[in-house]
């Protein structure tokens, strides 16, 4: 994998809407994302509520894999989406205005996407706190899929490559 992934946890300091600044640091943390983060082509980043800020931080990815809560009928749910199935969810994407649906979309016009960009929403409910047992397996879960997702490109890359 020679290619520059970014995971990036967008949210902000309100009561749940911080889920992905909590998953990106969890991804961080994690043992078994380690290797891949030792490499140094793989970078973790929380943004505030960037909207069209993402653009140049994304324009020199390959590949994108965003965290962020979403609006829901059932807490800690999480929403995977990948590439064009993102622009479908807008009314699952986001807390904010101008939301990681509308960003995407921005990019595609401007010819500014990475080659795969993978979405991971969680569901929080605004006005209730989340119990922190529960997000700890809610985390643990997207890891794995994560893990799954960089192994993915990682076959991938070298498939291409030989």
Request: aromatic letters at 6%; proline letters at 5%; hydrophobic letters at 45%.
């Amino acid at each position: 994998m020679n290619q520059l992934i970014k995971l990036i946890g967008v949210g902000s300091p309100q009561l749940n809407d911080d889920i992905g600044w909590q998953i990106a640091d969890s991804c961080r943390q994690a043992s078994i994302l380690q290797p891949y983060l030792k490499q140094k082509h793989i970078q973790v980043i929380t943004l505030d509520r960037p909207g069209t800020r993402l653009l140049p931080l994304i324009a020199d990815a390959s590949m994108v894999i965003l965290f962020d809560a979403v609006i829901g009928e059932e807490p800690l749910t999480v929403i995977r989406a990948e590439d064009i199935a993102i622009y479908h969810q807008t009314e699952l994407l986001s807390t904010h205005g101008f939301g990681l649906a509308e960003t995407m979309r921005l990019a595609q016009a401007l010819n500014q996407l990475p080659e795969k960009v993978i979405f991971y929403g969680i569901s929080v409910d605004p006005w209730q706190a989340l119990p922190a047992g529960d997000f700890q397996n809610a985390a643990q879960k997207i890891i794995d899929q994560v893990v799954i997702d960089l192994k993915q490109i990682e076959i991938t890359a070298n498939v291409n490559n030989h």
